[in-house]
């Protein structure tokens, strides 16, 4: 009971000091006039700032229940070309109370409704913020009441903001809206921490800063300095220090990461390039900004799963341009290809357009080494790359790459064109794996051994297909200690030597080992002259030329194999054919006049093609013969003049007609 009653007297007590201080506050403000805390306000912000604020508006002063002065269109800074460095449509001030007991006007903080900051920097480097930064550094340092004053303001808030900034020697403008930052400082001369959220090219972001020591910042000599940004497109944060003497310079640990490069590199304005990839990104490096450059140092970057150390170092003058050096251990450029097609579906050259678009935004220099690296099919040793772009002018150069079992060096040059794109190819395979390197290059597998492979190309188009069509250039191969798959060639000759016609069934079968190898193409336009083809390796010997056309991917070519005597060198039998059809899967038919002058039974069909009588009948069977090779015995009867053992099957009205003797 006794308790309940104490705790009933303390209750009416602090509701008596309550109600005497809002009884006292009532007094005490009915005998201050509003114009007096008017100009107690203006006077504090300029004590605080050393800015002399212009009200363009009207004044209302508000001390209960809450005390407060509100400002309408105020403008702080230059205002002669009509855009004020800083204003708002409303400045509100919150006086402390306690002091307004004892008749003193102190501000406790200020709320910005709808402020407009404009940073504008000229060609010359000066800002219409130095006068005013200026000014805000030489009142910092002043001492006594100005101190005071400053320790009594401890935050600045605004709302509905926008800020613009805009520097006219690199043609950059960006505008920042819905600004929600607070402005807080314990002790305004050393520290200044800026939260809140904007929008930026329609992205919210959140933000936190600090400034370890403002006035050092104001005057531009080293302060600490922190920086927190998040948003959908990248997440960014900085640590170190920054001053501006002489120039701005920057130094400290810069990381950023985000869900796609190529997403970011939209939303900042930039093209991407071509192709697949730049999705999953992250940056950590040591960072330094002097003048328009940056230099990042024990760089340690990710994207695509990739992960490589190095330094790199972007500046802007006289244009974007990134430089670098790179190593990883492992590298898959597949992404980066993934779009790229070159066949269709339907065997057929790729119609769809290439794409060119942000080879023109930036310029590049940059070296990367690599313990591994895949790309597509293609598997790729200890690589060193230098991947070069500028105006417009896409290389990679390949200083040494090892390459199915050997090594690859060249360049390959990308550049826009009126017709859509130019490529120029030049390339050098050498020892490499044959069936290796043009299966998984050029989709070709019927070649084994060991060689080399020198490509000279250029082309220009908008597709693959209208690649093909202006293809150009040379190519030669050398191959050693192989095998030519798919074909038996010595088996094959063999047995056509002792029975010519012979030749039914499928002979696409086998492999004809050699021991060099020499192709020698030369394109124009699209269209391969196959000017030196020559196989040689024990008894065989093949040679081969002719034309091939690369936009329809047809062959026609014409060669000869030959059956060479071990003993003398000397030719023991000899060949013709031809090569027709697809790339994918050609038909080689053998010269069947050549089969049938050396067959004895079937040569007097040549000369009875002389006779009216017989040469439809005759042809018939030659036409059977260069189709399918079908021979097969004829019925009893007689025989041709001169005739083997080797029948051949004739039709009726041939067997009627028995062809004269051999000549």
């Known amino acids: 009971m006794p308790a309940a009653t104490g705790l009933k007297r303390l209750s009416f007590a602090l509701a008596a000091i309550l109600a005497g201080g809002i009884v006292t506050l009532v007094v005490v403000s009915s005998f201050i006039p509003a114009e007096t805390v008017r100009r107690a306000v203006i006077a504090e912000i300029r004590s605080v700032t050393g800015l002399e604020p212009v009200v363009r508006g009207d004044v209302s002063v508000s001390l209960f229940p809450s005390a407060s002065v509100s400002f309408t269109d105020v403008v702080l800074g230059d205002d002669h070309n009509g855009r004020p460095a800083l204003a708002a449509d409303r400045l509100t001030a919150k006086l402390s109370l306690l002091p307004l007991l004892f008749g003193r006007i102190e501000t406790a903080d200020m709320a910005l ?23 805000l550094a030489r009142t910092l340092k002043g001492g006594g009441k100005q101190s005071d004053h400053v320790i009594s303001l401890s935050e600045v808030r605004m709302s509905g903001g926008t800020i613009e900034i805009s520097d006219a020697a690199h043609g950059i403008s960006e505008t920042l809206s819905d600004v929600e930052v607070s402005l807080a400082w314990p002790s305004i001369a050393r520290s200044l921490t800026a939260t809140g959220r904007f929008v930026w090219h329609d992205e919210p972001f959140d933000l936190s800063a600090s400034a370890a020591d403002l006035l050092a910042a104001l005057t531009g000599e080293r302060s600490g300095l922190k920086v927190r940004l998040a948003g959908s497109p990248f997440k960014l944060a900085f640590d170190g220090h920054m001053s501006y003497l002489a120039s701005l310079k920057v130094e400290g640990t810069l990381s950023a990461d985000g869900a796609s490069l190529r997403q970011a590199l939209r939303w900042a304005g930039r093209q991407p390039l071509p192709g697949g990839g730049f999705g ?37 003058e006289p244009r974007v341009t990134v430089k670098g050096t790179l190593a990883a251990d492992t590298l898959d450029l597949s992404p980066y ?41 293609v598997r790729l040793g200890r690589t060193g790359v230098a991947a070069n772009l500028r105006d417009g002018r896409l290389t990679f150069a390949i200083g040494e790459a090892q390459a199915f079992g050997g090594v690859l060096k060249g360049s390959v040059l990308l550049a826009k064109a009126d017709s859509g794109a130019d490529v120029k190819a030049l390339l050098q395979f050498n020892d490499v794996d044959l069936e290796t390197c043009l299966g998984e290059v050029f989709g070709i597998r019927r070649l084994e051994g060991k060689g080399d492979i020198a490509l000279a190309l250029d082309a220009s188009g908008d597709t693959v297909f209208a690649f093909t069509q202006t293809l150009s250039g040379t190519t030669i191969l050398t191959a050693r200690e192989g095998a030519l798959g798919g074909f038996n060639v010595e088996q094959l000759l063999k047995r056509l030597e002792q029975r010519p016609l ?44 002719g034309l091939a056309s690369i936009p329809s991917r047809e062959l026609d070519l014409k060669g000869t194999a ?85 029948p051949v099957e004739l039709p009726p009205a041939a067997a009627a007609t028995p062809p004269p003797p051999a000549q």
């Open 113 to 135: 409704t709808r402020p407009r900051v404009i940073i504008s920097l000229e060609p010359d480097g000066s800002s219409n913020w130095a006068s005013l930064t200026a000014t």
């Open 280 to 316: 999953l990104f992250a940056l950590k490096a040591q960072t330094s900004l002097i003048g328009g450059t940056f230099a990042l140092t024990q760089v340690n970057i990710e994207l695509d799963g990739n992960s490589a150390e190095g330094v790199l170092s972007f500046s802007s």
């Open 337 to 377: 290809v993934s779009t790229v097609e070159v066949i269709r579906s339907d065997r057929d050259w790729s119609r769809r357009s290439i794409a060119m678009g942000g080879l023109t935004d930036f310029d590049l220099d940059l070296r990367l080494s690599a313990a591994r690296i895949t790309v597509g099919n």
């Open 502 to 545: 012979s030749i039914g069934g499928d002979f696409r079968r086998g492999r004809t080992p050699f021991d060099k190898l020499t192709v020698m193409l030369r394109i124009t336009q699209g269209i391969a002259s196959v000017e030196d083809v020559l196989l040689e390796g024990g008894p065989v010997k093949l040679k081969l030329a």
């Open 562 to 646: 030959s059956l060479v005597s071990t003993n003398d060198g000397t030719t023991a039998f000899e060949l013709p054919f031809v090569v027709q059809g697809q790339w994918d899967d050609p038909i080689v038919l053998p010269d069947a006049r050549s089969l049938i002058r050396r067959s004895n039974a079937a040569a007097p069909l040549l000369d009875a093609v002389r006779d009216r009588k017989t040469r439809d009948a005759v042809r018939d069977v030659i036409e059977r013969l260069s189709r399918d090779g079908a021979v097969t015995p004829v019925p009893a009867g007689p025989a041709p003049a001169a005739a083997t053992s080797e």
